[in-house]
């Protein structure tokens, strides 16, 4: 079913609600009666412009909600595909409030948009995740299409027979006429999807639970309000999602990392500070403040942008890696810049910018710690408050290679045996970092059991270790799993154990000098 723009335009494609000026007149609703319980606690509602159009969504996973592309292009007649990334005008989604009078549920900024293309749909990402939420439940994807005859069920927070904006989520019955290429042709029974209603889902109840079928996209809005008297049509197009292609690319969204965190000391006063890799291509660091009175932990500033441009250094597949260590011994932490070219550069930090930088080692496109791939790391090894180059090849051998001042020695070998340890799918995770405050980076080994011990750095091998911690088999930085981090964040010279889990929460654990301590009130971000 191919749309051309006049078939979008004989539709009736303006399903964007205009100005959000709230009212509450007695509802007689073409879209059916307002379902204001948790029953759709999944159900969305954007404001797009500052409030100067709507539309509705579907929660899917906890941290993204999946929409009409249409509803964030200037003409939703067209079929133009929104562009990836920040919207282009804020989004505000309201999630979990069926009655718009209430305070329930969450209030959170758009920050991204992943669009499909073929078909009218965009995954919208949320600036703050539902998880631990109560009530609000994320509908999963059907997995069957729908069949002629059927009967789905569509909700939207669009107009209504008699109100211009609704304080409430409307519901209705749709019978479907067609289910063909992407999209699925449903006519409703004595209800109508109008204006507001675009990016609504449309549902299946499924073992007594519901399933997402399709996203509403286009209508002849019959019966809705503002619109011509003589026009009764209650037929609609929703964008189907029942099918492998959108499964896989909705998967792949969520599990594509949208930010990098990096703890580092970016300011020289001994305390690890928040750099933070946007998808954007920016860098932005959060400077660590002083904690609150009683407690060990540390809080960030808003944040400050250092440097732009690097979209294609996140780590992933086919892209560079950005690491931020000290190579000039001013105890503030650079940039490092690892290219698919196999070079690596020093961009030096000058207080509130990395510069220009210059080429300092080259030979290293196969360790970018993707599969298959060895891994680079950055610490000091040898106490001369520089960090050095730390190789990590496929057969498990670890080398040092000493920072000359302006470029890394041909090095010596450390130690072996960790070719299940370079982070990719299944396996444990290196780190280094100075565990016992003598100014050596030590070894941290974190296995697939979940255990963490250190390993201490002797001046030429690394020691055969102690368990430190245990229960992080979930937090390899693998797809789905949370990740670790060491870094001093107290200012005493000993790497603490920084915790990021899959909620977006950043906390800590203290180093006591031979396990980490859980703090009070010890979250940061």
């Known amino acids: 079913m191919q749309l051309t723009r006049p078939v979008r335009a004989a539709l009736a494609a303006a399903l964007i609600g205009g100005p959000l000026a709230l009212s509450a007149p007695s509802a007689d609703a073409v879209t059916g009666p307002a379902a204001t319980d948790a029953t759709y606690s999944y159900a969305v509602r954007l404001a797009i412009g500052d409030g100067a159009r709507a539309c509705s969504g579907a929660l899917v996973d906890a941290r993204w909600v999946l929409t009409a592309a249409s509803c964030f292009v200037d003409d939703p007649t067209s079929g133009a595909v929104p562009a990836a990334g920040t919207p282009a005008e804020k989004t505000v989604a309201t999630i979990g409030r069926g009655d718009l009078t209430t305070t329930s549920g969450l209030v959170t900024d758009i920050t991204e948009l992943v669009p499909y293309q073929g078909r009218d749909l965009v995954l ?152 933070i890799q946007g998808s954007d291509g920016t860098i932005t660091v959060r400077t660590a403040k002083a904690a609150p009175s009683g407690s060990p932990s540390l809080r960030f500033d808003a944040g400050v942008r250092w440097s732009s441009g690097w979209a294609n250094y996140l780590g992933q597949a086919g892209q560079g890696r950005l690491y931020f260590a000290d190579i000039n011994g001013d105890k503030k932490a650079d940039l490092i810049v690892h290219g698919t070219d196999g070079k690596v550069s020093v961009r030096l930090n000058t207080g509130t910018y990395f510069n220009g930088g210059t080429d300092w080692t080259s030979g290293w496109a196969n360790y970018l710690g993707q599969t298959g791939q060895g891994r680079l790391y950055f610490a000091d090894i040898n106490g001369d408050k520089k960090a050095d180059l730390i190789v990590h090849g496929t057969d498990g051998k670890v080398s040092v290679r000493l920072n000359t001042g302006t470029y890394f020695n041909g090095g010596t070998d450390w130690t072996s045996g960790w070719a299940n340890y370079l982070g990719q799918t299944g396996q444990g995770r290196l780190y280094f970092a100075d565990i016992n405050a003598d100014g050596r980076a030590d070894l941290i080994v974190h296995g697939t059991d979940g255990k963490v011990s250190a390993r201490i750095n002797t001046g030429t091998y690394f020691n055969g270790g102690t368990d430190w911690t245990s229960g992080w088999a979930n937090y390899l930085g693998q797809t789905g799993q949370g990740r670790l981090y060491f870094a001093d964040i107290n200012a005493d010279g000993r790497a603490d154990l920084i915790v990021h889990g899959t909620d977006g929460k950043v906390g800590t654990r203290i180093n006591t000098g031979t396990y980490f301590q859980i703090a009070p009130g010890d979250d940061w971000v």
Not at 137 to 164: C, D, Q, V, Y
Not at 173 to 188: E, L, P, Y
């Open 124 to 275: 919208a990402r949320l600036a703050q995740p539902t998880t631990g939420i109560a009530g609000i439940t994320p509908i999963p994807f059907a997995a069957t299409a729908p069949t002629a005859g059927e009967t789905l069920t569509a909700a939207g927070f669009g107009r209504t027979k008699t109100e211009w904006s609704p304080l409430a989520l409307h519901t209705g019955a749709f019978v479907v006429d067609s289910a063909q290429d992407g999209h699925v042709a449903i006519t409703g029974q004595d209800t109508a999807i109008c204006a507001g209603d675009a990016g609504g889902p449309l549902i299946r109840p499924k073992d007594g639970k519901p399933e997402l079928v399709g996203i509403n996209s286009l209508s002849w809005q019959g019966g809705c309000y503002g619109q011509d008297a003589t026009e009764t049509r209650t037929g609609a197009l929703s964008s189907r999602v029942d099918d492998s292609g959108v499964h896989d690319w909705a998967q792949e969204a969520r599990e594509r990392p949208r930010e990098v965190v990096t703890p580092a000391d970016v300011t020289g006063d001994g305390r690890a500070d928040l750099v």
